[in-house]
T-cell receptor, first 114, second 114 residues
Framework: NAGVTQTPKFQVLKTGQSMTLQCAQD?????MSWYRQDPGMGLRLIHY???????DQGEVPNGYNVSRSTTEDFPLRLLSAAPSQTSVYFC?????????????FGDGTRLSIL | AQSVSQHNHHVILSEAASLELGCNYS??????LFWYVQYPGQHLQLLLK??????LVKGIKGFEAEFIKSKFSFNLRKPSVQWSDTAEYFC????????????FGTGTRLKVLA
């Protein structure tokens, strides 16, 4: 049982490049989410999804797109990378519950934008 | 907007000392509360959660937390810390039932001296 798998683990981009961070889970969880972790700022929610075909914005959605075509996958797209998007990105999933289910986190993607 | 405050950003303790980390949230209605731990180089893991019932919640590794509704607080405690508790600790909140925006605090870095 792999849990939540994120790829790649590390990536360096140039300003203006695009890229997709991959996230997959094998626990049949309805809820999936993306966070960025920056020093002194904790984790901030970027986008989340409560099921295939349903996505919504979190605290810091600007500059990021998501889609949820399957239950298992929830990719995060940076259309035109900016240095301010340098961060560690975590994907998480959980069963839906009533917002009271603990999340399972991936190992993170460390992204640097030059 | 919902917010979560963790006032202790860095805490240094000697082994066997008692620990209390503060967490306050801003939402006045029903909440679900979580504490997560992130060991160096690892992803976040759930320590404990509260969504109803006994306001004193026991989690893994000897941690506990107390929900005090009148103080909007959910402080984390451990009677006697170990060197292996060195990590970053995050408090998180979701509002009521059926909402899925997890809001995290900025985290507290705990260093335990052997």
């Amino acid at each position: 049982n792999a849990g939540v798998t994120q790829t790649p683990k590390f990536q360096v981009l140039k300003t203006g490049q695009s890229m997709t961070l991959q996230c997959a889970q094998d626990m049949n969880h309805e809820y999936m989410s993306w966070y960025r972790q920056d020093p002194g700022m904790g984790l901030r929610l970027i986008h989340y999804s409560v099921g295939a075909g349903i996505t919504d914005q979190g605290e810091v959605p600007n500059g990021y797109n998501v889609s949820r075509s399957t239950t298992e996958d929830f990719p995060l797209r940076l259309l035109s990378a900016a240095p301010s998007q340098t961060s560690v990105y975590f994907c998480a999933s959980s069963s839906l519950g009533q917002g009271n289910q603990p999340q399972h986190f991936g190992d993170g993607t460390r992204l640097s934008i030059l | 907007a919902q917010s979560v405050s963790q006032h202790n950003h860095h805490v240094i303790l000697s082994e066997a000392a008692s620990l209390e980390l503060g967490c306050n949230y801003s939402y006045g209605g029903t909440v679900n509360l979580f504490w997560y731990v992130q060991y160096p180089g690892q992803h976040l893991q759930l320590l404990l959660k509260y969504f109803s019932g006994d306001p004193l919640v026991k989690g893994i590794k000897g941690f506990e937390a107390e929900f005090i509704k009148s103080k909007f607080s959910f402080n984390l405690r451990k009677p006697s810390v170990q060197w292996s508790d060195t990590a970053e600790y995050f408090c998180a909140v979701t509002e009521g039932s059926g909402t899925y925006k997890y809001i995290f605090g900025t985290g507290t870095r705990l260093k335990v001296l052997a």
